[in-house]
Structures are given as C-alpha cells and as structure tokens.
C-alpha cells in the first residue's frame, strides 16, 4: 500500500498474515529488540530495504473515524470504529499495540509503539509483545 502524501509503501499485511485479505496465518508478536533486527533490511515485492517504521510514519496510519481526542496521544474520540486504521488498506488488523522503530529517548528501557485499538501512541517496556507492520522508503 503507498501512501500518496508520505510516499511511504507499506506491506498491506501484519507480520505473521498473508493472502490477497490477510486472511492466512495469524499475526505475529515480538519483543522490540528482536523486531528491529528482524525486520531489517527484509526482502518483500521486489524492494530490499523493508522495516520497522518510525513512531511518526506509524501515527500517520491512525484512522479516526469521529475525529482526534487528544492531539498529543492521537486517540481518537470515544466512539470512533475500531480498530483506528483503514480496514479497506490494511484488512484483517486486530485491535492492539504495533511496535515502531523508535526507541524511547528518556527510558532506554522503552519503546515508542501506536494501539490500533484507539490510535494511542504511547512507550512501553521493550520486553512487551507487540505485533509489527512494515515500511519502505521515507526516513
């Protein structure tokens, strides 16, 4: 999937899903450090420089449907549709915590992920099992 305002392409597919609607396999979780190093440099559609996005390429995958409570979070406004994230673009994403690329720059001990579920972007401990979806470009 490209995104026309960021020119970021992002695999339609979490980590762990396949087929035309995602609808093979069952997403994935990791723990931060072993996403980043997984997931780099992978080898997907012809393109060799996949990988774990930036909090900030991740944010601009939240979708909310009533509009954005908190401007700092990214939550969206009680009611919105879940999970926060186009389903037609990115089908078959559950609702919970993606990691990005970003570690957390006050707690080394953190890393920066979103929460599919109401657009929240938060750090947590990078012991923590998130699911991954991957980017190419940008930076």
Known sequence: VTDTKTGLMWKR???GLSGENCEQGKAE??????AVEKFKGVKYAGYADWRLPSIDELKTLVYCSKGVKDKDSGKCNDDSTEPSINQQAFPNTENWIYWSGSPSANYSANAWYVDFNNGYSGYGSRYYNYAVRLVCGGQ
Do not use: A, T
């Not at 979780?29 to 072993?34: I, L, M, P, S």
């Open 13 to 15: 597919c979490s980590e």
């Open 29 to 34: 979780r990791y723990k931060f450090d072993e």
